[in-house]
């Protein structure tokens, strides 16, 4: 089992960051591959990034692609979404998951292969 707590999210004005980050435990936290994902209100939950399990590749949703960062570190069981340049269709509940990978370059865009989600932390764009 993995317990998986996001923090960071609030209230930012259009064109400002927030860093997200998603506190892992209860498992070796480099054997997953982890991903954020959100869901706006009234939409169906969304992939935004992902990271492989321990040699940092990642790979980004074309919506958020040059404006959001996803890091990991492996010492603090810890995954960052750095978000910059943020706008009002950013506004969602944002989510980070974990799979379970044996497999080192592997990254994940889809919600389904995810075996553990956080409880989500809202973050809203004003204009």
């Known amino acids: 089992q993995v317990q998986l707590v996001e923090s960071g999210g609030g209230l930012v004005q259009a064109g400002g960051s927030l860093r997200l980050s998603c506190a892992a435990s209860?498992?070796?936290?480099?054997?997953?591959?982890m991903g954020w994902f959100r869901q706006a209100p009234g939409k169906e939950r969304e992939f935004v990034a992902a990271?492989?399990?321990?040699?940092?590749?990642?790979y980004a949703a074309d919506s958020v692609k040059g404006r959001f960062t996803i890091s990991r570190d492996n010492v603090k069981n810890t995954v960052y979404l750095q978000m910059n340049s943020l706008k009002p269709e950013d506004t969602a509940v944002y989510f980070c998951?974990?799979?379970?990978?044996?497999?080192?370059?592997?990254?994940?865009?889809?919600?389904?292969?995810?075996?553990?989600w956080g409880q989500g932390t809202q973050v809203t764009v004003s204009s």
């Open positions: 998951a974990a799979k379970r990978t044996s497999v080192s370059g592997n990254y994940y865009s889809n919600q389904y292969e995810y075996d553990y």
């Open positions: 209860g498992r070796t936290f480099s054997n997953y591959a």
């Open positions: 990271i492989s399990r321990n040699d940092g590749r990642t």
